[in-house]
């Protein structure tokens, strides 16, 4: 990536803050190194990524729609005062609206709550000639108790009743199950994933599905989907990735689910185009009950330079194991290293704009898992921008002990993160062995954070290893300091940030982070191995030795993978609960109170580039990409698209 200076870089990547969201832009310098073939591939791809967004919008409410087009109609004709406190509340209304794809927020799936008044809201449908909407409008904008929760998981009598998303109509909780369980019991040994395609609905005393295809319920987009997916297949990659398409595009059609697990496998298989992409009715987290698939796309370009590291390290996987501080007999003779493919996202669509993942692991279904894998991928221009958007942004400078580290995270930052993440993934979950009769669920509840503790300790045992620089995966010895820097700041304070006043840590990566990072602070902390030191007040983790705090992490590794191989429930239990769940009530606070006077904004969301074909005598030269400036205006154009 082509280096310029540090503030003007920032400036490129974050766009706008709102409410509690900052805006920020990817770029995709992997789009421009294509040849035509592939970049035309990624062209229809992205064309095929937003035609489904209207669908996403009428799945998570059967009103967002009606109000986006309101919204719309007012930010595009709306002729009168456009200054003032209504003004900005009904901004800000729409911005948020716009960002969570309908009017429930897209994290804590609360409704938002708008800053203006009814009258204010009319007096805009009118000036813009839509008054009529607004009696149907009233209720779902202003009532504060009606439909309250986008998806309700717990604490409900009818989960179905309680969420406001529009899966189901006129469907019990009870009837729901029942009418799936009687779908699962007609399944096979390989059953296709029931209702993810479907709305249930009660008609005339009867459940029936209405299927999501080309020629049923979201017939008009499903349609556009499938022919921008039919102009790409002419620019696919080779015989596979055409069949990967075709399959698609017949499930599209049909709605049948067993071309979608045809589907899937074929897309497993490719592994070796330089463009990929995900279209479909994926992810389930929409449902209370975990049948419906919201739509969701991701077109990505592969980082070849980046794949390349996680390969040499594949290559090498059978020498980290080898060297590892680990008892031999809980160790493999034989290593297969998991790939994990590194990725530019060219477009995001539906469920995935505009908050993204960083990665991807697919597919869903269980037995396509066991029988076929899986294939993950990682984001790595998004991981980028989240880094260059967190420069100056205050909280490494309120955190950090002193300019050296500042100096140190600045450089090194993002290139340790994404080691540390490489190592963990493609070495750290695939190394040690079980002894024979002991399975997972001998560590019952504890098994995941203590399977992450022990990846993410084989990833800090070897980021400080020189192997790693004589391999060129790693580009100084200054990275691993960074990593360990950023890794104790972290998991004993910065991570509490996202934990309530009050909380204990309940999620599995902040446990184990906080359980390596405790351990390591209180063995090693009559040898002076890390400080913990307050200055004007606050409080800070200094390392004085990284090489006895990497021997420290080799030390817990090697108790870890104990642990693990001989399925002894008792000293996980004794780690994790007197390491990673408990949390320091004074320091919490402290690092709260530090965090809110920052101001971040605590949810990010991506602006799409733009692809604009060039044709000369009618035919295709070129697809040159822009990257555009203002999140409104692109939701704008969006919305005018839709109505295409
Ligand atoms: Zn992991």
Redesign the pocket.
Known sequence: MEKRACAERRDFFVVEEFGDIRILRYEVPAFERLPLREKLFVYYLSRAALAGRDILWDQNNRYNLRIRKALERILTRYRGERTGREFESFLLYAKQIFFANGIHHHYSMDKFSPGFSPAYLKSLLEAVGAGEEYPDLERIVFDPGYMPKRVVLGGATDLLAASANNYYAGVTQPAAEAFYRQKLREQGGRPVAVGLNSTLVMHQGQLTEEVWHAGGKYGKEISKIAAYLEKAREYAWDNLQQEVTDLLVAYYRSGDLSLFDAYSIAWLKEQQAPVDFINGFIEVYGDPLAYKGSWESVVEITDKEACRRTEILAENALWFERQAPVEERFKKREIVGVTARVMQVAMLGGDCYPATPIGINLPNSEWIREVYGSKSVTFDNITYSCHQASLGNGLLEEFAFSDEELALHRKYGYESGNIHTDL??CLG?GSGKMLSGVTPDCLKSYYSTLE?TR?DLFALYYIADEKLLKLGVVSAPEVGKCEYNSYIRNGLMTQLTRIQPGGDLEESHMRNRQLIASWVYEKGGKTGVIERVVRDGKTFFVIRDYPALRALFGELLGEVQRIKSEGDYEAARQLIEGYGVKVDRELHAEVLERYAALGIPPYAGFLNPEYTLIKKNGRPVDVRISYPDSFLRQMLAYGEESGR
């Open positions: 963990h993934e979950h992450e990846a």
